[in-house]
C-alpha cells in the first residue's frame, strides 16, 4: 500500500526509456524559485530540484525567461517578489511501444508550495477493507507558511474514502508548512488545495475536474490564488 502526494519520476532525460514508462503520455512537473524584481524581471531562476529531469529543465529555462511576469504589490505599488514557478510537461509517445517521447509545455502557474510534509498514516480499519482513494482538502496558511485551518472537500473525492482516511489526512496535513510568495520580503497568507491519494499496490487516484480547471493528478497542489501575474504565451510550445 502506499499514500501518494508526490508526482517525482526519476526520468533521466527528454530521451525517456520504455523501463521509465510504459503508457503514451506522461505529464511531470518541474519547479523553480523564482524572484522578480519591481519591473517584472527575472533576477533569480533556481531549481527547486536540480537533479530532477535536469536536461528538460535546460531546454526550458530560456522558454521561461522569454515570459512575462507582472510582480506582486505594496501599498499599490509593484515591488520584488519571490514565487514557486511550476510548469507541467507532457511527454508523448513518438509511435506505439516507443522509447522516445516528444515534450510540450501544458501548463504553468505561480504560487505557494510544499515546504515540510507529514506522510498521513494509512487506518488500519480501511486497510482491512482494502478502501482506496483520494481526499481532497481545502488548507488555508499564514504568512509564514503555517496551516490554519483545513477542510474536506467531498465533492471532490474519488474512489471509496472513509471518514478515517478522510481523518487522517486532515490530522497529517494540520502538520505541513508551506514556502509562501513574498512581497518585498513580507510574506503572503493564502489557500490551496491538496490531494492525497490513499492506495494499495498499483492503484491510482483519479480526480475529478471542477469549473474552469483540469483534472487533478497526484501531488498535483493547486494554489488558489498568486501575487504574481504569468503570460506564457504559447503554453503547448514544445520542447526543442
Not at 17 to 42: M, N, P
Request: overall charge neutral; some cysteine.
Amino acid at each position: 500500500m502506499a499514500i501518494r502526494f508526490l508526482l517525482f519520476v526519476a526520468l533521466s532525460s527528454l530521451a525517456v526509456g520504455a523501463q521509465a514508462a510504459k503508457k503514451d503520455t506522461l505529464t511531470e512537473v518541474i519547479q523553480w524559485r523564482l524572484s522578480l524584481d519591481a519591473d517584472g524581471k527575472i533576477e533569480s531562476l533556481k531549481p527547486v530540484n536540480p537533479e530532477y529531469l535536469p536536461d528538460v529543465r535546460k531546454q526550458l529555462e530560456p522558454i521561461v525567461r522569454a515570459w512575462h511576469f507582472t510582480p506582486g504589490k505594496l501599498d499599490g505599488r509593484p515591488a520584488p517578489t519571490e514565487t514557486t514557478l511550476g510548469v507541467k510537461i507532457a511527454f508523448e509517445a513518438e509511435s506505439t511501444n516507443a522509447i522516445r517521447y516528444h515534450a510540450h509545455i501544458r501548463s504553468a502557474g505561480t504560487g505557494a508550495t510544499y515546504e515540510h510534509m507529514v506522510t498521513p498514516h494509512y487506518p488500519e480499519s480501511s486497510l482491512k477493507l482494502r478502501q482506496q482513494g483520494g481526499v481532497m482538502l481545502r488548507i488555508s496558511y499564514d504568512a509564514k507558511g503555517a496551516i490554519t485551518s483545513v477542510r474536506d472537500m467531498p465533492e471532490m473525492s474519488t474512489g471509496h474514502v472513509s471518514s478515517d482516511m478522510t481523518q487522517a489526512a486532515i490530522d497529517a496535513v494540520k502538520h505541513w508548512t508551506f514556502r509562501t510568495e513574498s512581497v518585498a520580503g513580507h510574506g503572503i497568507a493564502g489557500e490551496a488545495l491538496v490531494p492525497v491519494c490513499f492506495e494499495i499496490g498499483d492503484a491510482h487516484c483519479q480526480w475529478k475536474p471542477w469549473p474552469g480547471r483540469r483534472a487533478l493528478e497526484t501531488g498535483s497542489m493547486v494554489a488558489l490564488s498568486s501575487v504574481v501575474g504569468l503570460d506564457t504565451g504559447d503554453e503547448a510550445r514544445q520542447l526543442p
